[in-house]
C-alpha cells in the first residue's frame, strides 16, 4: 500500500524518554514509521535526567551506557568506542536500505564512530539556525554534521542558512502536526491564550508589557497564560506592577493542551527564539489565529502572516500589540483567520510528512 | 554513511540522473581529477562524458583510460579537429549525453561532491529547466588557497524565477555556464547550443539558457570550484585582457547578447546589462588605457564607439558620475580630458580636472560636451554638483598631480609636473611651496623618509607647475632588501595649509633608467634604484638586487631565521597592541586611578560622546563660569579639539588624561553616556542632563532593549543606575524617558534643561541674533530652518526630501533657509543655492540656531519640543510618516494628534503651508501653547541657575 518499501529505521537521541519537544517529535515519528509497516528502533546515548511518560511502545527502545557518560578524556573515548561498537553490531543487523536518523548533534559523536558504510545517516538540527548559534552548538553542528548524507533542518530559510556556512548536505523537513482536534474553538469568549514555559526564552515579559498596551482598549478581555517554570514570581510580580492582576489569569501547567485552546478566541506567542512551534501549529490546528513574534524561520514558515495569523517584528511590543488588538476587536476577521489556520495548517498533517520522509529515503539511494 | 563511490547506479535506472560533460585540451595531469570529483558524488546516478579537443599531449589517451576503468560511468570522445575554444567540445558533449540533466566541468576545475545532488534535488522539487548553484574561485597558488565566491549576493537563499526578467542581475552577472544543471530536454528543444570560433561563448549560451528557461532555480549550495592559476606562464582567455583581439571578440559577444534580448522583447534586461556594462567591463579596461600606446587607445575607441552609442542614455543615470563622464569622453575620443578622468576612476577619490561652476552647477568639463549635443545630454553627465567638490577645503582635496618631465643623471632626478587646480581652490596669490616626499612603502619601517624641496611653483591658472630635482644617490638611504618599493608624494603648501599629492605618470615610458643608491644594510643588498608605476599609476621607486641576494634572502625568510624574526615582530607587535586595548584602559581606569584620592571641585564635562561643545553641559559651565566659582574644568572632545573652551582643560574621549580625570572627579556631566564599561564611584555626583524629550520609544521601551537576555539587561541597567541626577523638562519625561531607564524617583531633577534657558529668554527679545550677520543673512529675509531627525541609512548620502533649488527660486526673495543635517547625514548643496539655503550642520550648538530661526521645519526630531519655547511656527514635514513610525521602533505618542503646527506630507503642500508664516502664528497659537505645557513645564530660563544653586553654591568664591 505504500509503493515505498519497508525499511530498517534507527532514532538515534541524547536519550530515549529524556522530557523535551525532541522526544515527542521521535516517538510520534516512531509510531507513524511502525505503522507504515517500518521496523523502527529508538536509540539513546544515555538514561535521561529528568523523564518524560511514553506509555506502550510498539517497536524497540535502548539505550548505550548505563549511567551519564564518562568525562571527556582518554576514558570517555574508550567507552564512546565501546559503546559505538554496539551501535554498529545493532546497524549490520539491518536489512539493505536501512535509514539511521540522528536528532540531536551530540548523539552524532556516537554515531560518526560507528560503522554506517551501507547505511543512510541523516542527522537533524530541531532548532532555528539562530538559536544553534546563542546555544554553543554551532561549531559542534559544523563539525559533526559535516559528512552525513543528510542535514535536516526545520526549514529551507535554516537550510539555506547552513548551506552559507559551507555545509553542503543542508535540506529541511518540517515537524508534523501533534494533534488534530475534531471540534475547532468556536472563537466567543474574550480571551488570548498563551502557552509556555515562564523562562525567559518564551518572553512573557514582552507579552506583559504588550497587554499593558492592548488591556485597556479592551475591558473585558482576559489574558490566559499556561505554563509554569522559574521565572514565575518574576513575572507575577511585573504583572501587577503594571496594574494587569484583573485581566491576565495565571494557570500553571496544564495536560488538557487541547481543551486549554478552545477556550480561547486568540493565541499569543512572544518568544525571543523558537525553532518550529510546537503551539503554534497546535494552536492552528484548534482554529485559533495566532499572533507571534516573528522571531524565528519556523514562524514564519507556519503562520502565514495576513492569512491565517499576524507577525510582528521581534521585541516590538506596540506592534504586537497592535496586532493584538486588530484580532480583539473584529471577530469576523478572528473567524476568517481562525478558519484558514485550521485549513492551512493541514499541510504539515502526519500523513504528508511521513510522504515526503519516504521519499527523501528513496532520493538519499539515488 | 555511503562513501562508496565504487558502487554502480541503481541497477533499474538506466537512465542516469545525472551527465557532467567534461571537456579537455591538453590537460591530461588535470583531467583525473576533473572526473573524479564527478566519480565521488554522493549522487550515484552520474555518468561522465569526457570530450577531447584534439589535445595534442595525452589528454585522450587518460580519457580513454578513465573510460575503461569504469565502463559503466564514463565515456570519451575526440573531436576530428582542434576547435580552439569551449563550444565545440560541449556541444558534441550534449550530443552524447544519456541523463535526465546536463553539467559542465571543465578539466582543471571540480565539482563540490554533493553537486550533482542538490541540483537534482532542486531541479525536481521545482521542476525548473535551469538550476544554478553558487560557484568559487579558488586561487590554487596563493598561499592559503583563497577562496573568492562568485557573485554570493545572488546566492544567499534559495528561490525559483518563472522568468529571468524577475533578476536581470543574474544574466548580468552570472555569465558561467558552468555552475548550473540543465533539463537535458530542454537544450534539446530549444536549440540551445554554445557558438563556435568565437571567445567568451558562456556569455552568449547562459544568455540564451536564461532567456528560453521556463523556470530557473538558485541554490545557495556551493556546486563548482573554479581553479584560479595565476602565475601560469600561459594566461587563460579571460585574463590577457591587454590584447585589443579580444576586446573586439568581446565585444562582438555583447552585440550578440544585445540581439538576443531585443528579439525576446527583454528590454529591461538590456538596461540592466547597459548598466554593468558602463559599471564593469568598460572600467576593466579604462583602467588600462594610461599603461597603452596612442595605437592601442584608438583601435579601443573604435571598438567600443558604436557600442556605447546603442546605450540607453538612462543607463547613464544609475551609475556613478565619474563612470557616465569616462563613457562619454571615450564616445567622443576626447583623449586629453578622458586620461586625467581615468585616474579618478582608479583612485575614486581624486579630483583630476579643475572643474568649473556655470549655472549654479558644478561640471567635470565643458569642451564642447555641455552645449555640444541639444539635448542636454552632454551637460547631465558632466554634472557633479552632488559630489560636493565646491564645498572641500584644499586640504580635504586629493588632487591630481601629473608628472611631465622626468630625467637623471648623476645621481639625481629631475621631476616636473602639474597639480590640478579645481574650482580655482588655489587662489592666483597664493603663497606656494612644497617638498617632495620618499617613503618605504612597508608601513612598520616608515621610520625614516627622505624629503627635497620642490624648487619652483608657478601658478598657471588650471594647474600649478611645479619643478624639484632630488639627489636620490646622496639624499635617499633605504635599509636595503626590507624596504625595497619606495613611494613618492609631493605635499604642497598653500598659504600654510597643506594638501598631499601622488604623482601620476601620465604617458607610458614616461619615467625609465636607474640610478645609484647605497643601502645601510650592506652593498650587496643592492646599488641601484629604477623607477616603477604602481597599479594605481603613480610613480614609485624599486631597489634593484643581486640575484644571488634574492636568493639568499628567500632562504633567510622562508628558513629559520626569518621564522623567528617574524613570529618576534608579532608578538612584539600583539603586545603594543595588548598595551594600548580598551580593555587594558578599562583595567588601568579601575585598578590604578580609581584608587587616587577623588579631586574636590574637578568636574568633567561631555556633550555627545565629546563630539561637541554643546548642549546642557555647556550651559551648565557657563553658568559656572559666569558666576565665577571656583573648580576644575574638564572638557571631553573626541576627533578635533577646534570649538572647544581655552579656559578648560581639554582631554581626549578614552585617552588617559580622560580616564584619570573621570576617575577622580568630583562631578561628572554629560547629556548622553560615558563609557559603559567605566564604574562611577560612589563619591562622584553624575549629573545626566540628556539631550531631549522623547517621541521615539527609548531605552527598555525599545525592541533591541527588551530581547537582550535578563543578564545584559541588568548590565544595561547597572550602568543606567550610575546617573545620581537626571534632568527633566516636563511630567512627559517621566512617563518616557525616566520609565524607559527604570529611574527611580529620586534621582528626577524637575529643573527643565539648562540648554533651553537661551530660548525662554529669545522669546522675549525682539532683536536678531548677531548669528544673522555672521551667516550673511540680510535683514529683509526671514530664516527658517530645517533639522530633520536622524536617517541613518548606512553609508548612502542623506538627499535632502525637496528639491532645494526649488526652494530657492520660490522663495529666495523672502527666506533664508538653513540645512542641519545629523552628523552623520552629510547634505550637498549646489552653488546656484548659495546664500539663499545654507548648510550649518556643522555648528556645534543647535540653539542659536533655533533662536535665531522665524520658523522651523521638521520631521520627528526633537528639536520640536525645544523650538516650541520659542512661540514661533512650526512645519512638520512628515513624508514618510507611517514608515517611521510602524516599521521603526514606534512612537510615545501620535504626533498627527498633537502636532503644534501643520503635518504636510509633500513638497507641494510644504510650499503651499510656508507661503506665510503669519497665518501659521495665528492658526496654531492655541495648539503651540498646549504642546509648551504637555512637554516643557519645568523650561522657565533658570535651570542652569537652579542646578548651579543646588550643587555647586558653596564654591563660590568668598
Known amino acids: ?366 | 554513511m555511503n562513501v562508496d563511490p565504487s558502487r554502480p547506479p541503481d541497477a533499474t535506472a538506466a537512465v542516469p540522473d545525472v551527465t557532467v560533460v567534461v571537456i579537455v585540451y591538453n590537460d591530461e595531469s588535470r583531467l583525473p581529477t576533473a572526473v573524479q570529483s564527478v566519480l565521488a558524488q554522493t549522487l550515484r546516478g552520474v555518468e561522465v562524458v569526457i570530450v577531447d579537443d584534439r589535445s595534442t599531449d595525452g589528454s585522450y589517451e587518460v580519457a580513454r583510460r578513465l573510460a575503461a576503468e569504469h565502463p559503466e560511468r564514463v565515456r570519451a570522445y575526440r573531436l576530428p579537429e582542434n576547435s580552439g575554444g569551449c563550444g565545440a567540445p560541449r556541444n558534441h558533449g550534449i550530443e552524447q549525453a544519456r541523463g535526465t540533466y546536463v553539467v559542465f566541468l571543465d578539466s582543471d576545475d571540480v565539482l563540490e561532491r554533493n553537486a550533482c545532488r542538490n541540483l537534482l534535488e532542486a531541479a525536481e522539487t521545482t521542476g525548473a529547466d535551469l538550476v544554478s548553484g553558487l560557484c568559487v574561485r579558488v586561487h590554487v597558488d596563493s598561499r592559503s588557497r583563497k577562496e573568492v565566491k562568485w557573485y554570493p549576493w545572488l546566492y544567499e537563499r534559495t528561490r525559483t524565477l518563472e522568468s529571468i526578467a524577475e533578476l536581470p542581475d543574474l544574466l548580468v552577472f552570472d555569465t558561467l555556464s558552468t555552475n548550473k544543471c540543465y533539463r537535458r530536454q530542454f537544450l534539446l528543444d530549444r536549440d540551445l547550443r554554445f557558438p563556435v570560433g568565437i571567445h567568451y561563448e558562456d556569455l552568449l549560451f547562459s544568455a540564451q539558457a536564461y532567456a528560453a528557461a521556463r523556470r530557473i532555480t538558485l541554490i545557495p549550495n556551493r556546486v563548482y570550484d573554479w581553479n584560479v592559476v595565476e602565475k601560469a606562464a600561459t594566461k587563460s582567455i579571460s585574463n590577457r585582457r591587454d590584447e585589443i583581439a579580444n576586446f573586439a571578440q568581446r565585444m562582438e559577444i555583447h552585440r550578440r547578447v544585445d540581439q538576443l534580448l531585443a528579439e525576446q522583447g527583454l528590454l529591461e534586461l538590456k538596461f540592466h546589462k547597459d548598466v554593468k556594462f558602463l559599471k564593469h567591463d568598460l572600467v576593466l579596461h579604462l583602467r588600462d588605457l594610461p599603461f597603452r600606446d596612442a595605437a592601442y587607445r584608438h583601435e579601443f575607441a573604435a571598438l567600443t564607439r558604436d557600442y556605447l552609442d546603442s546605450i540607453d542614455h538612462a543607463a547613464f543615470d544609475e551609475v556613478e558620475p565619474i563612470h557616465a563622464i569616462c563613457a562619454h569622453l571615450l564616445r567622443g575620443s576626447d583623449w586629453d580630458h578622458l586620461l586625467p578622468a581615468v585616474d579618478t576612476l582608479t583612485n575614486r577619490d581624486k579630483i583630476s580636472s579643475p572643474l568649473l561652476e556655470r549655472d549654479g552647477r558644478i561640471y567635470w568639463c565643458d569642451a564642447g560636451h555641455l552645449d555640444g549635443d541639444g539635448d542636454g545630454f552632454g551637460r547631465q553627465v558632466m554634472d557633479v554638483t552632488e559630489l560636493g567638490y565646491h564645498t572641500k577645503p584644499v586640504e580635504k582635496m586629493f588632487l591630481r598631480n601629473a608628472l611631465t618631465g622626468y630625467a637623471e643623471a648623476a645621481g639625481t632626478v629631475r621631476l616636473a609636473g602639474r597639480i590640478t587646480n579645481p574650482l580655482g581652490v588655489v587662489p592666483p596669490g597664493a603663497l606656494l611651496s612644497g617638498e617632495l616626499e620618499f617613503y618605504a612603502r612597508r608601513k612598520s619601517l616608515r621610520l625614516q623618509t627622505f624629503r627635497f624641496p620642490v624648487a619652483t611653483l608657478r601658478h598657471e591658472g588650471e594647474t600649478i607647475a611645479w619643478e624639484a630635482s632630488a639627489d636620490l644617490a646622496r639624499g635617499l638611504r633605504p635599509l636595503g632588501i626590507v624596504d625595497a618599493v619606495w613611494d613618492v608624494r609631493l605635499h604642497l603648501d598653500v598659504d600654510g595649509t597643506r594638501t598631499t599629492t601622488r604623482l601620476t605618470a601620465s604617458e607610458p615610458g614616461l619615467a625609465t633608467g636607474q640610478l645609484p643608491v647605497r643601502p645601510r644594510l650592506t652593498r650587496l643588498a643592492a646599488h641601484h634604484i629604477e623607477p616603477e608605476i604602481s597599479a594605481r599609476g603613480h610613480l614609485c621607486f624599486r631597489l634593484v638586487s643581486h640575484e644571488q641576494v634574492d636568493a639568499f634572502v628567500a632562504r633567510g625568510v622562508q628558513g629559520p631565521p626569518g621564522r623567528l624574526a617574524k613570529s618576534g615582530y608579532r608578538k612584539a607587535k600583539a603586545v603594543r597592541k595588548k598595551l594600548t586595548s580598551g580593555d587594558t584602559k578599562i583595567r588601568l581606569y579601575h585598578e590604578v586611578f580609581s584608587r587616587l584620592p577623588v579631586k574636590k571641585r574637578l568636574v568633567v564635562f561631555e556633550s555627545h560622546l565629546g563630539r561637541q561643545y554643546s548642549d546642557s553641559p555647556r550651559a551648565i559651565y557657563e553658568e559656572m563660569r559666569r558666576q565665577g566659582l571656583e573648580f576644575e574644568a574638564v572638557w571631553s572632545y573626541s576627533g578635533s579639539p577646534v570649538g572647544f573652551p581655552s579656559d578648560a582643560t581639554l582631554v581626549r574621549r578614552w585617552s588617559l588624561p580622560y580616564l584619570q580625570a573621570l576617575a577622580r572627579a568630583e562631578f561628572w556631566i554629560d547629556n548622553q553616556s560615558y563609557p559603559l564599561k567605566l564604574t562611577k564611584r560612589p563619591r562622584t555626583t553624575y549629573i545626566q542632563t540628556w539631550h531631549g524629550s522623547a517621541l521615539k520609544r527609548m531605552g527598555f521601551d525599545e525592541p533591541e532593549w527588551k530581547l537582550k537576555s535578563r543578564r545584559r539587561q541588568e548590565e544595561q541597567q547597572r550602568t543606567l543606575d550610575r546617573f545620581d541626577r537626571f534632568l527633566i523638562r516636563s511630567e512627559h519625561d517621566v512617563r518616557t524617558l525616566a520609565r524607559a531607564f527604570r529611574l527611580k524617583e529620586k534621582t528626577l531633577l524637575r529643573v527643565g534643561y539648562p540648554r533651553n534657558d537661551a530660548l525662554v529668554r529669545a522669546r522675549q527679545s525682539t532683536e536678531r541674533p548677531p548669528l544673522a550677520a555672521e551667516l550673511g543673512i540680510p535683514e529683509d529675509r526671514r530664516v527658517l530652518l530645517y533639522a530633520p531627525t536622524f536617517r541613518g541609512r548606512g553609508q548612502r548620502r542623506f538627499e535632502l526630501p525637496f528639491d532645494v533649488e526649488r526652494f530657492a527660486d520660490t522663495f529666495g526673495d523672502r527666506y533664508v533657509l538653513l540645512v542641519r543635517s545629523h552628523y552623520l547625514d552629510h547634505v550637498v548643496l549646489p552653488p546656484s543655492v548659495r546664500g539663499r539655503v545654507i548648510d550649518v550642520s556643522t555648528h556645534h550648538d543647535v540653539t542659536p540656531l533655533l533662536a535665531l530661526a522665524d520658523g522651523l521645519i521638521t520631521d520627528y526630531s526633537s528639536v520640536m519640543f525645544d523650538y516650541a519655547l520659542l512661540d514661533r511656527p512650526m512645519f512638520f514635514f512628515a513624508y514618510d510618516y507611517e514608515e517611521y513610525v510602524y516599521e521603526g521602533r514606534g512612537t510615545y505618542f501620535d504626533l498627527l494628534e498633537r502636532a503644534p503646527g501643520p503635518v504636510v506630507r509633500t513638497e507641494d503642500e510644504l510650499h503651499a503651508v510656508l507661503g506665510s508664516l503669519e497665518k501659521q502664528v495665528v492658526k496654531y497659537a492655541a495648539a503651540r501653547e498646549r504642546f509648551v505645557a504637555d512637554f516643557g513645564e519645568y523650561d522657565k530660563g533658570d535651570a542652569a541657575r537652579s542646578v548651579v544653586e543646588q550643587f555647586f553654591s558653596q564654591w563660590r568664591r568668598a
Open chain 1, 1 to 366: 500500500m505504500s509503493g515505498y518499501p519497508e525499511r530498517d529505521v534507527f532514532f538515534v537521541s541524547n536519550s530515549v524518554n529524556e522530557l523535551g519537544g525532541v522526544t515527542s517529535w521521535s516517538h510520534q515519528m516512531a509510531r507513524l514509521f511502525t505503522g507504515r509497516g517500518h521496523r523502527v528502533h529508538v536509540v539513546g546515548i544515555a538514561p535521561a535526567e529528568v523523564e518524560q511518560e511514553l506509555g506502550e511502545l510498539p517497536y524497540r527502545t535502548k539505550t548505550l551506557h548505563s549511567g551519564r557518560p564518562p568525562r571527556p578524556g582518554r576514558a570517555r573515548r574508550a567507552s564512546m568506542r565501546e559503546q559505538a561498537a554496539r551501535l554498529t553490531a545493532l546497524f549490520r543487523a539491518a536489512r539493505p536500505g536501512a535509514v539511521v536518523i540522528v536528532t540531536q548533534v551530540w548523539a552524532m559523536e556516537w554515531v560518526e564512530l560507528a560503522d554506517t558504510r551501507s547505511l543512510t545517516v541523516i542527522g537533524m538540527s530541531h532548532e532555528s539556525y539562530a538559536y544553534s548559534k546563542a546555544a554553543g552548538r554551532f561549531r559542534r553542528v559544523l563539525k559533526h554534521y559535516r559528512d552525513v548524507d543528510r542535514l535536516l533542518t526545520l526549514t529551507r530559510e535554516d537550510a539555506d542558512l547552513w548551506i552559507g556556512e559551507g555545509l553542503n548536505n543542508a535540506s529541511y523537513m518540517p515537524n508534523p502536526l501533534p494533534f488534530m482536534p475534531d471540534v475547532p474553538s468556536p472563537r466567543t469568549a474574550n480571551v488570548v491564550v498563551s502557552m509556555g514555559r515562564l523562562h525567559d526564552q518564551k518572553g512573557i515579559d514582552m507579552l506583559l508589557d504588550t497587554w499593558s498596551e492592548v488591556a485597556p482598549h479592551h475591558p473585558g478581555w482576559t489574558l490566559r497564560i499556561y505554563g509554569s517554570g522559574e521565572d514565575e514570581e518574576l513575572l507575577k510580580k511585573q504583572c501587577t506592577a503594571l496594574g494587569l492582576d484583573n485581566s491576565v489569569e495565571w494557570m500553571g501547567s496544564t495536560g488538557a493542551v487541547a481543551s486549554a485552546l478552545r477556550g480561547g478566541s486568540v493565541f499569543v506567542q512572544s518568544s525571543r527564539g523558537e525553532g518550529f512551534p510546537l503551539a503554534l501549529m497546535e494552536a492552528m490546528a484548534t482554529g485559533l489565529p495566532c499572533v507571534a513574534f516573528d522571531c524565528a524561520p519556523g514562524v514564519r514558515e507556519i503562520v502565514r502572516d495576513g492569512e491565517d495569523g499576524l507577525l510582528a517584528a521581534l521585541g516590538n511590543t506596540g506592534e504586537l500589540a497592535r496586532r493584538l488588538g486588530t484580532l480583539m476587536s473584529d471577530k469576523e476577521l478572528r473567524d476568517r483567520m481562525g478558519a484558514a489556520a485550521r485549513a492551512n495548517i493541514q499541510r504539515y498533517g502526519t500523513d504528508e510528512v511521513v510522504r515526503r520522509w519516504e521519499e527523501l529515503f528513496a532520493f538519499l539511494e539515488r
